[in-house]
């Protein structure tokens, strides 16, 4: 049979599909309006991940102090001097920052919160597979009376139109578009970037920021600083050599590797003394 034989009654179907868009929209408005909105659930927590339902606190954030981000200095700086701007009630820009998987494009961002949040700054993390929600988050976000970075991780167009579509929708000021009290803050690796390019998303971004690839003597220098803040002591030349071991064994210079080795590293000497101290007469 052909299409053109069937008899389809198109004005039922259009009711039924405006019936179904109605009532998507009433019960995505219902998720975000049915949320307890009250000065304690941003009191208790200055970081947020959003669930699909609503906000949950992020209470044991990962934190690391954007002076200790090696290699970063002008990044550090041009992401500071943004939010001190938007904290500040003036136009700031929607952030972009690029760079390979576990080179610090996150803790760039999480960075700031020790800074600003006495100034009212918060910070809402959207994964990608959430930022169909986008729309609906800063529309809720801009009735309360705070500065809200709305992290928007892992950006892959490709792999998620739909959500990427919503995040055009917010950054190119359509209906909804984007309250003062609102910037978003998106991460994407160098390979997403350059789709993203190709599609002209970068445009919306006032501030792009490339997190450089470490170097040999960058990559021991935040081991170093992680064993330190671990209460390890200094690093050795034997142990530079294993760290370096480490990197050529996994995925090359980058902060995750170093956070990996660091922990390698302090939990088995923690272990080796232990065990000294269990092996050593007593007096």
């Known amino acids: 049979m052909a299409f053109d034989d069937l008899d389809i009654d198109w ?32 009191a208790g927590a200055a970081a947020f991940y959003w669930q ?17 981000l090696v290699g970063m200095e002008r990044q550090c700086t041009s992401i500071e001097k943004n939010t001190a701007h938007f904290v500040s009630a003036v136009p700031a820009h929607h952030v972009l920052i690029r760079g390979g998987r576990g080179l610090g494009k ?33 529309r809720w976000l801009q009735e309360i009376p705070l500065y809200f970075v709305v992290l928007c991780e892992d950006i892959e167009p490709a792999a998620n139109p739909e959500g990427y579509q919503s995040l055009l929708a917010v950054l190119n000021r359509g209906l909804i578009g984007c309250p003062d009290n609102v910037r978003l803050y998106a991460t994407m690796t160098d390979e ?25 003597s960058a990559y021991l220098q935040v081991v170093a ?42 939990a088995e000497r923690s272990m080796l003394l232990a065990q000294q101290q269990e092996e050593a007469p007593a007096d």
Request: one cysteine or more; proline letters at 3%.
């Open 11 to 42: 004005d039922y179907l259009l009711e039924r599909l405006e019936r179904l868009i109605d009532l998507g929209e009433a019960r995505l408005s219902r998720s975000f309006d049915e949320e307890n909105i009250d000065s304690e659930l941003f």
């Open 52 to 68: 699909g339902d609503g906000l949950r606190p992020l209470l044991d954030v990962d934190l690391l102090p954007l002076d200790q």
């Open 106 to 138: 996150t803790a760039l961002v999480r960075g700031l919160l020790p800074r600003f949040v006495p100034q009212g700054l918060r910070m809402v993390e959207v994964r990608t597979g959430q930022l169909h929600h986008l729309e609906a988050l800063v």
């Open 192 to 216: 997403a970037a350059e789709a993203l390019t190709h599609g002209r998303g970068e445009d919306y971004f006032g501030l792009w920021l490339d997190v450089p690839q470490l170097d040999e």
């Open 225 to 266: 600083n992680l064993v330190a803040s671990y209460g390890c002591g200094v690093l050795d030349a034997a142990v530079q050599q294993a760290a370096l071991r480490w990197a050529e064994q996994r995925h090359g210079f980058s902060g995750l590797t170093a956070e990996q080795f660091a922990v390698h590293y302090c």
